[in-house]
């Protein structure tokens, strides 16, 4: 079982063997799916300029309509799913095209709600038309974090990008664009902490430590655990199932199992408590 062995510690390895893993991963986006270079959508952009360019008074009573917009980037759905490993990009709930998807945009398309409570009414249509503004999300973080997008620093102009965005200071961590395991830390009991202001206030925003979701991340955490623990048992028996086990902890730790993170963060911390010669 000794190679099984070292891909295990090679798991724990990259959480760099401390708590610094978190119960949110770090996404890697890949290249914009068609229907962002088509010309439907760059119409339904041109629309959207057109109305926001007028005076807030002259449409007080109207909203635009997304319905085009949004039928056009059900397309990029399967690349979201896909990107995530078929997982919440905020929770990691198991998703899927099925099931409990919601294709979130980061920063809402108007009515921004900052830290205290003010509203941004037209920020930031121009980024529902962007294959970066968009990430997929269960149920429960998208009703939980609405049009919710605090920022430290005053909003951007309409129609930014880039830097410009980025000096905003957004106070809701983008798991494309952070790297969550520098704000996010969680235990056993899978509750989650953080020990800067964006891990704070996107646990608060995200709800990330709402009872279903707490108790789902523990019962995966025990699974995990039993399955170490009935390694340990077997391996030091000497026996010969030692790696029908090890290749259950692997497989726990398959890429679209849920809570990934966590349970990288914990089997890191589990190895480090072992005495070497079990290695």
């Given at each position: 079982a000794s190679s099984l062995n070292s891909k295990l510690v090679s798991s724990s390895a990259n959480s760099s063997l401390r708590q610094s893993d978190s119960p949110m991963f770090r996404l890697h986006r890949p290249a914009p799916p068609k229907v962002f270079a088509s010309s439907e959508l760059a119409r339904e952009r041109a629309r959207a300029r057109d109305f926001f360019a007028r005076k807030a008074p002259s449409r007080s009573?109207?909203?635009?309509?997304?319905?085009?917009?949004?039928?056009?980037?059900r397309q990029a759905d399967a690349q979201l799913i896909k990107m995530s490993n078929g997982k919440c990009a905020f929770c990691e709930s198991?998703?899927?095209?099925?099931?409990?998807?919601?294709?979130?945009?980061?920063?809402?398309?108007?009515h921004a709600i900052g830290r205290e409570g003010d509203v941004a009414r037209d920020h930031y249509w121009w980024l529902a038309f962007e294959w970066s503004n968009l990430l997929p999300s269960c149920q429960a973080c998208n009703v939980a974090k609405a049009s919710r997008f605090p920022t430290a620093a005053p909003r951007a102009p309409a129609e930014s990008t880039g830097q410009a965005l980025l000096d905003e200071q957004p106070l809701l961590l983008d798991?494309?664009?952070?790297?969550?395991?520098?704000h996010l830390f969680f235990d056993e009991k899978g509750l989650v902490s953080a020990p800067t202001e964006p891990g704070r206030?996107?646990?608060e925003v995200l709800a990330l430590n709402r009872e279903p979701l707490v108790e789902a991340r523990k019962r995966e955490l025990a699974l995990l655990r039993n399955a170490v623990d009935v390694w340990r048992a077997v391996n030091a028996r000497g026996a010969s199932d030692s790696l029908d086990s090890a290749k259950l902890i692997v497989s726990i730790l398959e890429d679209r199992q849920p809570y990934l993170a966590a349970k990288q963060q914990l089997l890191a911390l589990w190895v480090r408590e072992l005495p070497k010669r079990e290695w």
């Open positions: 009573q109207q909203r635009f309509d997304w319905d085009r917009t949004i039928r056009l980037l198991t998703i899927g095209l099925d099931r409990w998807f919601n294709r979130e945009l980061f920063r809402p398309k108007a798991p494309c664009v952070d790297n969550p395991a520098h206030v996107t646990i």
